[in-house]
Nanobody, 113 residues
Framework: QVRLVESGGGLVQPGESLRLSCAAPESISTFYDMAWYRQPPGTQRELIAHITSAGSINYADSVKNRFTISIDNAKKSLYLQMNSLKPEDTAVYYC???????WGQGTQVTVSS
């Protein structure tokens, strides 16, 4: 089963930043339509950021103006820059290939003082 690989999660204090990365396996040469989801404890997985190969980007209201999604196809990587983190951002974060339907294993982000 093809899987993406997320990294970059961890424990940070409120107001700090993290950058998540999502790497493609050998079988994928280019990212086209990608997204980041998150799943807070005890809740459903939610879409928080989406980017297309045409450059269209959308964010959930909860992360708008704090998070930035980007793709570097030279490195076959998807990123999520997260600034001004809040305790309510605590969740497992997943990257998703919207066209191929691939997911990563998730990376835990915990924001706590």
């Amino acid at each position: 089963q093809v899987r993406l690989v997320e990294s970059g999660g961890g424990l940070v204090q409120p107001g700090e930043s993290l950058r998540l990365s999502c790497a493609a396996p050998e079988s994928i040469s280019t990212f086209y339509d990608m997204a980041w989801y998150r799943q807070p404890p005890g809740t459903q997985r939610e879409l928080i950021a989406h980017i297309t190969s045409a450059g269209s980007i959308n964010y959930a209201d909860s992360v708008k103006n704090r998070f930035t999604i980007s793709i570097d196809n030279a490195k076959k990587s998807l990123y999520l820059q997260m600034n001004s983190l809040k305790p309510e951002d605590t969740a497992v974060y997943y990257c998703n290939d919207q066209i191929r339907g691939f997911w990563g294993q998730g990376t835990q982000v915990t924001v706590s003082s």
